[in-house]
Every structure is written in C-alpha cells, then in structure tokens.
C-alpha cells in the first residue's frame, strides 16, 4: 500500500526568504506524485505534479519540486517565498496507472507554511 | 465552465439528523470522488464512483451513503449525523479513460463543505 509522510507539520519563515516543503512516500509499483495548495477557507489547486519525464518539475508561481526515486521523496522548494504564498501544503501519489482503476490519490497529512513579513 | 461545485457552504447539525452534501461538476468528468478533511490528518477518501450510477467505498465510508443517478452529480448523505463527522468535506473530478496521461490524473477540486455536528 502506498503512503505519504510530511515530515514538517509547520514551517514559519520570513519574506524573501528560501523554503523546502519535505515529502517522502512509500510504494512498491511506480507512483504518480503531486502537490497541492490550500489557501484559506478553499479547496485544494493542483500546484505541480509529476507524471514521467524530467525529475524536476516547475509551477507557474516559481515552486519546483524534485522527484527522487532513490530516496523516495518529493520535496518542494521555492527559493524566495512572498506572503502569499502562506497556505497549507498537501503532498499526494497516486499508482502510475495508464487506464483503468478508480486513480485513488493518498494524501499526507499536510504542511502549514506561515510566510511572515 | 464553473468547475466543481459543492452545496451548501456550511452547515450546523444536531446528532442523528440527517442531511445530503451535493457536489456539481460541468467538466463532463468520468470519475468523482468524496474526501474529508480533518486536522493532522490530510484528506480521507470516502467513497467515490467511476462512472453515472457506479458508486465503491473508499477509506471511511462508515456512517455515509452516496449516489451518482447523474454523471454531473455525486451526492453524499449523512442518515445520522455523529459529532465524529464534523470535518470539511471535499468533493473532487477527474476524466475518465481515454484522455491524455497528463489530464487522466489530475483530480479538480470543490471549495469544500464545512459541517458540524453537535
């Protein structure tokens, strides 16, 4: 069975400052891994995902998240975070399934991240 | 195209009352799915359903009832609401077989629907 661990609970950080969201997970078949963002009082957005391909993947609002099958992990980063960016994280992974399957997504237990000015 | 929808907002109720979350989409989505969200914890799927008048449990289905008599909507009923069932409770949708990788496996979320039950 696949699992997801969020190694940080909270991270707090000031403005302009670098931050590394941890993600690790657990699987025996190829997964598909995602980040999802939650602003306050919404439901969850797609931030970036990876499917196959490059390792590093990029979002439109300069996170990247790196996959690394050695280790297990999905870490996402943003070298300069801005106070909007304030929101609850959420890492997922889903069986790499090409068809078929109800695509079932676990996901971790979510990071706080708190962007201070 | 609003997307996924998800009525009501809130909602207040007392143990043992009964009461149906509806979750909305307009994406022509195959496959739609229920989540709770409680703190610690990340999202929980509860039930979720494949196709108009499929429906399977997922993690937590205990205590909830869902139907899927149109492709569009996926309704989740609660018969006797419990205090343990107070959370905010996601409806999400995904295309089905056919589409490309990339959008196979992306589900879209609603905005949630935050319910408490005293």
């Known amino acids: 069975a696949q699992s997801v661990t969020q190694l940080d609970s909270q991270v707090p950080v000031f403005e302009e400052a670098p931050v590394e969201l941890r993600c690790n997970y657990s699987?025996?078949?190829?997964?598909?891994l995602f980040w999802y963002v939650q602003y306050p009082n919404q439901g969850l957005q797609l931030l970036l995902k990876y499917l196959s391909g490059s390792t590093l993947v990029e979002s439109i609002n300069g996170f990247e998240a790196e996959f690394n099958k050695s280790q297990t992990s999905f870490h996402l980063r943003k070298p300069s975070v801005h106070i909007s960016d304030t929101a609850e994280y959420f890492c997922?992974?889903?069986?790499?399934?090409?068809?078929?399957?109800?695509?079932?997504?676990?996901f971790g237990a979510g990071t706080r991240l708190a962007v201070h000015p | 195209n609003a997307g996924v929808t998800q009525t009501p907002k809130f909602r207040v109720l007392k143990t043992g009352q009964s009461m149906t979350l509806l979750c909305a989409q307009d994406m022509n989505h195959e496959y739609m799915y229920w989540y709770r969200q409680d703190p610690g914890m990340g999202l929980r799927l509860i039930h979720y359903?494949?196709?108009?008048?499929?429906?399977a449990k997922g993690e937590v289905p205990d205590g909830y009832n869902v139907s899927r008599l149109k492709k569009q909507n996926f309704l989740l009923g609660l018969e006797s609401a419990a205090p343990s069932q107070t959370s905010v409770y996601f409806c999400a949708s995904r295309k089905g077989q056919g589409a490309p990788k990339a959008e196979y496996n992306e589900q879209f979320f609603g905005p949630g629907t935050r319910l408490t039950v005293l």
């Open positions: 997922a992974v889903s069986l790499a399934l090409t068809f078929g399957g109800y695509n079932k997504l676990i």
């Open positions: 699987s025996s078949v190829s997964v598909y």
């Open positions: 359903s494949v196709g108009e008048g499929t429906t």
